[in-house]
């Protein structure tokens, strides 16, 4: 059997095309961290899609860039996609602290705190060494007194302020309230993704 060399030219040309595609990849992601930082977040989410094209089977990387869109669609106030982004960037980096706290900030906007607590308590349980150091971490210590706090506060459920109405309304208003809140997140009404059908049970 005759196997063919590989000349130097040819090798050559291997590691120049691999140079040019990690500078395109790093051109694509500052273009799409500018575009974050400007406060253009339907531009950042086309850049940080089209970068999970570039290397899908990279773990790491399509971890980092899962985050960051799930971070632009959160700014958006989109958390159902947020919350999906977060999950897969987690799945492919089971300790990124960086994206479990960006989803425990989720869970609070959504009005889950055990869930918050849940990855908060997993963030300080990676490292201890590391919670000084980590900004991450230390923000999960704060947001995690922050969420005790409002409990201790909250013991009773403020049921005005569920249903979106004055404490000064009459019968009628609460009514149309609490039609058009089950009528949103009823579980037979929701048949989206899996995060939609999970806040949909819990409510």
């Not at 059997?1 to 090798?11: A, D």
């Not at 106030?77 to 089971?94: H, R």
């Not at 908060?120 to 000084?132: E, F, N, R």
């Not at 309230?177 to 993704?193: E, M, Q, R, V, Y």
Request: charged share 35%; proline share 2%.
């Amino acid at each position: 059997m005759i196997i063919p060399l590989v000349s130097r030219h040819e090798n050559n040309e291997k590691y120049l095309k691999l140079l040019e595609n990690l500078e395109k990849v790093e051109n694509e992601k500052e273009r799409a961290n500018e575009c974050f930082k400007k406060g253009d977040y339907d531009g950042a989410i086309h850049l940080y899609t089209k970068l999970l094209d570039f290397d899908s089977k990279n773990k790491i990387f399509c971890s980092t860039i899962y985050m960051n869109r799930g971070y632009s669609y959160q700014k958006k106030g989109k958390y159902i996609e947020a919350l999906q982004d977060l999950n897969k960037s987690i799945e492919l980096n089971s300790n990124y602290v960086k994206a479990i706290y960006r989803r425990a900030t989720i869970y609070v906007a959504l009005k889950n705190p055990e869930k918050a607590k849940q990855d908060l308590t997993k963030i300080l349980k990676i490292d201890p060494s590391k919670i000084y150091l980590n900004t991450a971490m230390k923000d999960a210590i704060v947001l995690m007194e922050d969420i005790q706090k409002e409990e201790k506060r909250h013991r009773k459920k403020d049921y005005y302020k569920i249903l979106d109405v004055s404490s000064k309304a009459d019968d009628n208003e609460l009514r149309r309230a609490f039609k058009k809140l089950a009528s949103k997140w009823h579980p037979d009404k929701n048949t989206g993704s899996d995060e939609q059908k999970e806040i949909a049970e819990r409510l």
